[in-house]
């Protein structure tokens, strides 16, 4: 193990804001499917300034990913007839007619939504060994894991960076060393039907889904479907967004299905189980945001429809596995609710401006849609509520916030306490705008006695910096905490290092990546409370990527004094990505 020595990339410091600048990303993209990485394998990621028109994003790989025999679909002559005719309607009419002449926006261009480190991989099996630079703490016993969408398949249409195929991605670390580093795709029903395949087939929900094109693309896949090709019933879902270890089993989730149950090895490779009902108690979509209450030991959850009423669902399971009854919540319109909170007593329920409307397609424009005329409100609700008769709306005009951090209640004022980050132009993720987007870390006060609510930013104007993807001390999720870490997601979509506010005062302090480095979300591991010095004990974990270099590593940072610990490298390339959980060792002895 080699002593650690202040890198040069490596800046803690007050924050100053820098000029909202977008690196310039452009790059083509052909059909084909990401091949697996051999063991050991490095996976050189195309450096930004230097990708071209000419140039794909995902580089023809050596050894293309072929279905195996057992994999393959065996079709009839009637099926075999009809998947001809509706590849050649897909190539004839939506291809050729109502998609290539329009060209893409930038939202949904795979050009800019999968160029440089946003491109996929292929899976790494575990390498085992990691060099290590500087000293890993002993506490840190288990496996960190991150989500994050990575195509199997090149986009044939449009192709947006949420709708890439679940990827995990899990370090062990015990006894100070790294002992292991995989990447599996989760194998959700959707990944398993397309390889079977061969092709992509289930719509994009966010790249395809627009406009007449998308229209035409629903109805060709319900075609396929109908003959028999593909089977929407097993799921649609991707899986690529969060994780959560609940009651022995590690769930990968996006808001579009039930969660998959994915099993860390003994040697640190990762398989999916499939997908997880809750032993048949669960039989609608589950949002990617459930929040683990860490006095009780349940999970909270919520559910939306954007087709049929009741357009959102409250439920929880107990520590032990067990639903609760839905709690129907009524909503004029289906509403994106990506994320939400919790308190000791309470959830808290953002029904914000992003809105879903199917009709404007017909009219060619995108179902996800910004209604200016529509109040933002939260609900509050009692976690042991009957129905949505006990909710409490509070108006929160102007207000959309993609991520919340943390929730409490002061009863002193009657008041639940909301910290999150407040982004504007709100629908700017999924629909192109002209204004830079910002992401502005709020705390908001609502009153559940008089209704009226306030907000406030947390960082004086001088330190606005965009923070987004991040945590609390998962220990007092749901009460009131001084401390929060988050990406600094500077220039966007990149994230240049993160911060941690203290939500109090204001303070902030960052952690730097460098010049030309790259992460994510900064995944807060505690120190066992029963040995904790305070809120801030522990350490902060999270993948970085040196795009020149096009090498992949792990930093693991104080989370008190904000100094670099140690760095992991990694045997191949880690693309961006979204969300991440810390599993201890006794969460991997108990999985099912």
């Not at 004839?92 to 002449?101: C, H, K, S």
């Not at 395949?197 to 479907?225: C, D, M, N, Q, T």
């Not at 609608?284 to 209450?293: F, G, R, T, V, Y």
């Amino acid at each position: 193990m080699q002593t650690l020595t202040a890198p040069s990339f490596v800046s803690i410091h007050r924050h100053t804001p820098k000029g909202r600048t977008r690196a310039p990303n452009s790059a083509r993209v052909t059909a084909r499917a990401v091949s697996s990485a051999p063991a050991g394998a490095a996976t050189r990621a195309p450096v930004p300034s230097q990708l071209a028109p000419a140039k794909p994003a995902i580089t023809s790989p050596k050894a293309p990913a072929a279905v195996r025999r057992d994999e393959k679909k065996k079709l009839n002559l009637f099926q075999r007839a009809a998947g001809m005719a509706l590849d050649a309607f897909e190539e004839g009419f939506v291809a050729n007619l109502l998609e290539r002449p329009h060209g893409l926006s930038k939202t949904v261009d795979p050009a800019v939504q999968i160029a440089g480190n946003f491109a996929p991989v292929g899976e790494t099996p575990p390498t085992h060994a990691l060099p290590v630079t500087g000293r890993i703490p002993p506490f840190i016993d288990g496996v960190y894991a991150r989500n994050g969408a990575n195509p199997h398949f090149d986009p044939v249409a449009g192709h947006h960076l949420f709708d890439g195929d679940g990827m995990v991605h899990a370090l062990r670390i015990r006894n100070g060393a790294a002992e292991s580093y995989a990447s599996r795709f989760t194998a959700t029903e959707r990944l398993r039907q397309e390889r079977a395949l061969g092709r992509p087939v289930f719509p994009k929900a966010i790249g395809e889904l627009h406009g007449h094109s998308g229209i035409a693309r629903l109805a060709l896949f319900y075609a396929r479907a109908a003959c028999g090709l593909v089977d929407p019933s097993r799921g649609t879902g991707v899986a690529n967004a969060g994780l959560v270890y609940f009651n022995g089993h590690l769930l990968a989730m996006s808001e579009d299905d039930i969660p998959y149950h994915v099993r860390v090895g003994d040697d640190g490779d990762l398989t999916t189980v499939g997908r997880y009902d809750f032993d048949g108690q669960l039989a609608c979509p589950m949002i990617a945001h459930p929040k683990l209450d860490p006095a009780t030991g349940e999970l909270h959850a919520l559910s939306y429809d954007v087709i049929k009423k009741p357009y959102l669902k409250y439920f929880y399971f107990a520590a032990d596995g067990t639903k609760s009854p839905d709690v129907e919540i009524p909503l004029d319109q289906p509403t994106m609710i990506h994320d939400f909170a919790i308190t000791e007593n309470f959830v808290v329920v953002p029904d914000q401006q992003v809105v879903f409307k199917l009709q404007e397609m017909l009219r060619g424009g995108s179902p996800v849609v910004l209604d200016k005329g529509k109040t933002s409100r939260f609900g509050v609700l009692p976690k042991r509520a009957s129905d949505a008769s006990e909710m409490v709306w509070v108006d929160v005009p102007d207000c959309f916030c993609f991520h919340l951090w943390n929730a409490w209640e002061e009863t002193e004022t009657d008041e639940v306490v909301v910290v999150g980050s407040c982004m504007t132009p709100a629908d700017s993720i999924f629909n192109d705008s002209d204004e830079p987007l910002q992401s502005v870390l709020t705390e908001i006060r609502l009153n559940t006695r008089t209704g009226a609510s306030t907000r406030r930013p947390i960082l004086a104007p001088a330190e606005q910096v965009n923070l987004e993807v991040g945590m609390v001390n998962s220990n007092l999720l749901g009460r009131k905490t001084r401390y929060a870490y988050l990406a600094v997601a500077e220039p966007w979509p990149k994230v240049s290092g993160f911060a941690k506010v203290d939500l109090a005062t204001g303070d902030l302090t960052k952690f730097d990546y460098g010049e030309g480095r790259f992460g994510g979300e900064p995944c807060f591991v505690p120190m066992d409370p029963a040995l904790s010095r305070g809120e801030d004990d522990g350490y902060i974990l999270t993948f970085v990527h040196d795009e020149p270099a096009g090498t992949s590593e792990l930093l693991v940072v104080n989370a008190a004094d904000m100094r670099l610990e140690a760095t992991i490298q990694l045997p191949s390339r880690v693309p961006y990505g979204f969300h991440g959980t810390f599993i201890t060792a006794s969460e991997l002895e108990s999985q099912a």
